[in-house]
């Protein structure tokens, strides 16, 4: 079991849908992340927050929209996906600068 | 650009046969390394990470690691693997401090009872 908990585990949305994933931690972590996964491929970063602040954004497109509301929790927000957004989508918690803690994921089909 | 690298994409072993899995980094001054394991169906866990000290690194499952900086390497071992190794294996590393860590593309590996 993973301390990172992601809500909803299976997510199907139309692309003109407007959904979001959720991500929980209380491990006291500072830094908190979301990462793609497609298929067989490594997880690819989109964006990492550091104190509350959105810190990094990998040229992530603004269908996409990161918030993180405390220290605890992360969400992403979907809009106007495409069907090649389908992946897996993996939240991940650390202190700053040292290893990450992933949860199980939130596998996202968009139609 | 910083990254790492996995050469190897699929292995298979039989049974207690010993297990190494390259990784390469391209990391210009002091980096930090990990290795992480996505058991089928499960979320990716830590195996072991170098940040500095020691470059023989033990972690979880018996596994291990060694830092060869003269190599740029970052390999993983195990003497004896087990059919509950079965797994995608990835290489991570980062610059230290930073919070932008890359994977490599990740090496599957079957072990044959």
């Known amino acids: 079991d993973t301390e990172v908990t992601q809500t909803p585990k299976h997510l199907v949305m139309g692309m003109t849908n407007k959904k979001s994933l959720k991500c929980e931690q209380h491990m006291g972590h500072r830094a908190m992340y979301w990462y793609k996964q497609k298929a067989k491929k490594p997880p690819e970063l989109m964006f990492v927050y550091s104190y509350e602040k959105l810190s990094i954004n990998e040229s992530v497109p603004s269908r996409f929209s990161p918030e993180c509301p405390n220290s605890s929790l992360l969400n992403l927000h979907l809009h106007a996906l495409q069907p090649e957004d389908s992946a897996l989508y993996l939240c991940?918690?650390?202190?700053?600068?040292?290893?990450?803690?992933f949860g199980e994921g939130s596998r996202l089909t968009v139609l | 650009a910083q990254s790492v690298s996995q050469h190897n994409h699929h292995v298979i072993l039989s049974e207690a046969a010993s297990l190494e899995l390259g990784c390469n980094y391209s990391?210009?001054?002091?980096?930090?390394l990990f290795w992480y394991v996505q058991y089928p169906g499960q979320h990716l866990q830590l195996l072991l990470k170098?940040?500095?000290?020691?470059?023989l690194v033990k972690g979880i499952k018996g596994f291990e690691a060694e830092f060869i900086k003269s190599k740029f390497s970052f390999n993983l071992r195990k003497p004896s693997v087990q059919w509950s190794d079965t797994a995608e294996y990835f290489c991570a590393g980062r610059a230290p401090g930073a919070n932008n860590l890359f994977f490599g593309t990740g090496t599957r590996l079957t072990v044959i009872p």
């Open positions: 170098y940040f500095s000290g020691d470059p």
């Open positions: 990391y210009g001054g002091t980096v930090n």
């Open positions: 991940a918690s650390s202190q700053v600068g040292w290893e990450l803690f």
